[in-house]
C-alpha cells in the first residue's frame, strides 16, 4: 500500500526540469515522507503495512550503510592523513558509547 502509494505521487507530483542545474527547492522524497506520513497518521495506511515499511526500511539502512563501507578504501584514507583516521576512530568510539549509554538507560 504504501509502496503504491508512493509511486502514485511520484508520478503525479514531477519535479520541474531545472536547466541551471539547481536542485529543486524540496525535494520529492521529503514530499512524498510528509504525505505517507500524514496518511499514516491519518490511519489510512494499515497497521500491517506500516510495519513492512518499518522492516524494508531497516534493511535498506543496513544495506546503504554496507555500501559506503565497501565504497570505502582504506589506502585514499592513509592519504588523507592520520587526522581523518583518528577522526572515524573517535567518531566510532563516540556512537558506539552513545548506543550502549541509551541501551543502558531504556533497560534493554
Given at each position: 500500500?504504501?509502496?503504491?502509494?508512493?509511486?502514485?505521487?511520484?508520478?503525479?507530483?514531477?519535479?520541474?526540469?531545472?536547466?541551471?542545474?539547481?536542485?529543486?527547492?524540496?525535494?520529492?522524497?521529503?514530499?512524498?515522507?510528509?504525505?505517507?506520513?500524514?496518511?499514516?497518521?491519518?490511519?489510512?495506511?494499515?497497521?500491517?503495512?506500516?510495519?513492512?515499511?518499518?522492516?524494508?526500511?531497516?534493511?535498506?539502512?543496513?544495506?546503504?550503510?554496507?555500501?559506503?563501507?565497501?565504497?570505502?578504501?582504506?589506502?585514499?584514507?592513509?592519504?588523507?592523513?592520520?587526522?581523518?583516521?583518528?577522526?572515524?576512530f573517535?567518531?566510532?568510539?563516540?556512537?558506539?558509547?552513545l548506543?550502549l549509554?541509551?541501551?543502558?538507560?531504556?533497560?534493554?
Open positions: 500500500m504504501v509502496l503504491c502509494i508512493s509511486f502514485i505521487v511520484r508520478i503525479l507530483i514531477k519535479p520541474k526540469d531545472t536547466s541551471d542545474g539547481r536542485p529543486p527547492i524540496l525535494p520529492l522524497f521529503a514530499i512524498g515522507f510528509f504525505v505517507l506520513a500524514t496518511l499514516n497518521s491519518l490511519g489510512f495506511i494499515p497497521v500491517w503495512s506500516a510495519d513492512f515499511a518499518g522492516v524494508l526500511s531497516r534493511w535498506a539502512l543496513l544495506v546503504a550503510v554496507a555500501a559506503v563501507g565497501n565504497k570505502t578504501s582504506l589506502g585514499r584514507m592513509v592519504q588523507v592523513g592520520p587526522a581523518a583516521i583518528a577522526l572515524v573517535v567518531e566510532t568510539i563516540f556512537l558506539g558509547v548506543i549509554c541509551g541501551l543502558l538507560i531504556l533497560g534493554r
